[in-house]
């Protein structure tokens, strides 16, 4: 009776917590709502399970992830990674709750543990289908007749049926008759002034994530038993032979060190001003070379999975030739970096190009800690790459892009006089912000006035009341564009 009067309560908790979900992000643009919502989730969590959690530091590592992208939406207002966070923060929460409620002899980097997740993200959804069942079985049919319930079924399951074929012979019937047609048309225009449909639309909502939340929280409550995985293959069909990836290997470093060679060649002399401008010659290859660095990184990923060498002298062999892989295409990669950086300098710079500066830098870190891996083989790769990722992506949305691609894009304005206001107007808040300050050191641009006063025009329709959209970056803007005197 009291584990009854326990789950009884704790629905109504979640209950609670799917309204604060549909207040936090169905009511317009998601700022200050996100972080407040992650903070009443993990109150719940430490209400349901207490503070008995597995897997601490990569929990704790998850658990600050998690509060940096949602406080995202509070500081910074980057379009690219607001659509993207609303899919990955939801995933990272799901991922992270199964995993500190996961014993800690499981990896977390495994296939038990890719399996524990699929299983339990079915198993929340099979368990508020059970739900649903019992509520209409016990509480809703339970002082009704038998017969009277089995009629009220096929009613519903008339009306699922026959309100699609209604919507389409009325539309038949409207192309028919232009009369009937605006009758039928002023029928939504009443129901849409009583706000029915929207309220319809919140209750479901609310119930949807109520039992999305009770769910998963019963689901991961449960005792885990870690599944059993029988190998589906045998270990010496994967091997790769040494011999054969040895002389792929040479043949690659050769023809690398002579790119290599003629990159040093372009770095360091004057050949490249005599024959290509740095425009022409960044646009020409700097694709090709990430692509090709790529295919070295998966190259080598390869040769460590599942080449063994038989004898010691081809292990050390193949030990030279990946760190050799490794070095020529640390080179190529920098190659790329530098043509991007001369492609900015011709043309300025954007959100592609900045995320592909900070991706090269990333790999570059990746080529690192594989080299290491390539002399030591009981470090986890595997391991490395998702941490390193996770500090990666948290780190872009823990900087504001958009405000150092504006930076960036005014002080080449100082040394060029050339800048691009429509691809400033084109971005965010922080866009807007650049704009102003480039109207405040030269209010004669051309076109300029004309962008701000738009922007100016468009501050009435801002929702600056709703407190869920919230953000300091919109507010510090919306403020210098109110104070703002165009001439």
């Known amino acids: 009776m009291k584990d009854r009067q326990k789950s009884l309560l704790f629905l109504f908790i979640c209950l609670g917590l799917g309204v604060l979900a549909e207040i936090s992000f169905f009511h317009g643009i998601i700022g200050v709502s996100y972080p407040i919502f992650i903070a009443a989730f993990y109150a719940v969590l430490y209400y349901r399970f207490g503070f008995k959690f597995n897997h601490r530091r990569i929990g704790l590592l998850l658990m600050v992830v998690i509060w940096i992208l949602s406080a995202s939406y509070l500081f910074f207002d980057n379009e690219y990674f607001y659509m993207l966070n609303i899919l990955v923060i939801p995933v990272l929460v799901f991922i992270h709750i199964v995993l500190i409620t996961a014993p800690n002899h499981v990896d977390w980097i495994s296939v038990p543990f890719f399996h524990r997740v699929i299983q339990k993200f079915s198993q929340t959804f099979g368990y508020g289908k059970r739900l649903v069942k019992v509520f209409f079985k016990r509480v809703l049919f339970k002082q009704m007749k038998n017969e009277t319930a089995q009629t009220i079924k096929r009613i519903v399951m008339g009306l699922l049926i026959g309100g699609p074929l209604l919507f389409f012979i009325t539309f038949l019937l409207m192309l028919a008759d232009v009369n009937f047609g605006n009758m039928v048309m002023k029928v939504p225009e009443f129901i849409l002034k009583l706000n029915f449909f929207e309220g319809v639309f919140r209750f479901i909502a609310v119930l949807l994530l109520t039992l999305l939340f009770f769910g998963a929280f019963q689901i991961l409550y449960k005792r885990y038993v870690p599944p059993i995985v029988r190998p589906t293959f045998d270990k010496k069909e994967t091997q790769w032979d040494g011999i054969t ?31 290509l401008t740095y425009a022409e010659y960044a646009r020409k290859g700097f694709f090709e070379l990430l692509l090709v660095t790529l295919i070295n990184w998966s190259i080598l990923l390869g040769c460590l999975k ?29 190659s790329a970096y530098l043509r991007l950086s001369m492609y900015e300098t011709a043309y300025g710079f954007t959100l592609e190009r900045i995320l592909a500066h900070t991706f090269m830098l990333f790999l570059i870190v990746i080529f690192a800690y594989t080299f290491i891996r390539v002399w030591l083989e009981r470090i986890s790769l595997l391991h490395f790459y998702f941490i390193a990722g996770l500090i990666f992506y948290t780190g872009l949305n823990a900087i504001n892009l958009e405000e150092i691609i504006v930076e960036n894009n005014l002080e080449r304005y100082e040394e060029t006089g050339k800048i691009d206001i429509y691809y400033l107007n084109y971005l965010s808040y922080s866009g807007i912000d650049g704009l102003i300050t480039l109207y405040e050191d030269n209010p004669n641009y051309p076109e300029l006035k004309e962008i701000l006063q738009s922007r100016k025009e468009m501050i009435g329709d801002l929702e600056l009341d709703n407190w869920q959209s919230f953000n300091f970056k919109k507010q510090q803007v919306v403020e210098r564009l109110q104070e703002l005197e165009l001439n």
Request: hydrophobic content about 55%.
């Open 245 to 275: 990836l040895a002389t792929i290997l040479v043949l690659l470093n050769s023809i690398y060190l002579l790119f290599v060679a003629v990159q040093f060649k372009y770095f360091f002399g004057d050949t490249l001003q005599d024959n």
């Open 306 to 334: 599942f080449v063994t060498a038989k004898k010691e002298t081809m292990g050390y062999f193949l030990k030279i030739l990946y760190s050799l892989l490794i070095v020529v295409s640390s080179i190529m990669l920098t």
